[in-house]
T-cell receptor, first 113, second 115 residues
């Protein structure tokens, strides 16, 4: 039972354009959502998060949108840069679950110069 | 400050053997959690330790176990290895404060290959 799904295994965009990565979840108990980025041979690194009481959180070029009624969140990267090429994981958590995150399968983003 | 350190980085075992992986968290972090990453499966939660106690456990068989020491360092053990245990095992540390969902800091992982 995949509670967090990233339906696009890969995404390719041109440098300077917008990258939109999508994530869907099924567990209505999730109340905190995170995005992690992973380069080859490195561990995932935290990118941005959003609480369920908000519908948008912005940090520089990165914005996460949350649509609770649709159980959907998305990560927007504007403008995209070649250094953004990596695997992006969506993750979700319940407030009471401590460090237990439920991850999606990941989306490989490639930003072409 | 130093990041999360995992050893060994790579190892090869045969079916039926056991393996122990080690994780040193960021100084001051008391929570250590372990994740398994396999192709197409994302990261699957194994367990979390906080102050030497298992605080949370994922849906893995009893062959997967772990422990945490008084200095917050953690080990995980997999006994009777199966081919399907081949994966990248990631350790993550955090402050682990109750009721606070904090950022997890991941190590580079230990890549286990079971032949």
């Amino acid at each position: 039972d995949q509670q967090v799904k990233q339906n696009s295994p890969s995404l390719s965009v041109q440098e300077g354009r917008i990258s939109i990565l999508n994530c869907d979840y099924t567990n209505s108990m999730f109340d905190y959502f995170l995005w992690y980025k992973k380069y080859p041979a490195e561990g995932p690194t935290f990118l941005i998060s959003i609480s369920s009481i908000k519908d948008k959180n912005e940090d520089g070029r990165f914005t996460v949108f949350l649509n609770k009624s649709a159980k959907h969140l998305s990560l927007h990267i504007v403008p995209s840069q070649p250094g953004d090429s990596a695997v992006y994981f969506c993750a979700a958590s319940e407030e009471t679950s401590g460090s237990r995150l439920t991850f999606g399968e990941g989306t490989q983003l490639t930003v072409n110069p | 400050k130093a990041g999360v350190t995992q050893t060994p980085r790579y190892l090869i075992k045969t079916r039926g053997q056991q393996v122990t992986l080690s994780c040193s968290p960021i100084s001051g972090h008391r929570s250590v959690s372990w994740y398994q990453q396999t192709p197409g499966q994302g990261l699957q939660f194994l367990f979390e330790y906080f102050s030497e106690t298992q605080r949370n456990k994922g849906n893995f068989p009893g062959r997967f176990s772990g422990r945490q020491f008084s200095n917050s360092r953690s080990e995980m053990n997999v006994s009777t290895l199966e081919l399907g245990d081949s994966a990248l095992y990631l350790c993550a540390s955090s402050l682990g404060l109750a009721g606070v969902i904090g950022e997890l800091f991941f190590g580079e992982g230990s890549r286990l290959t079971v032949l």
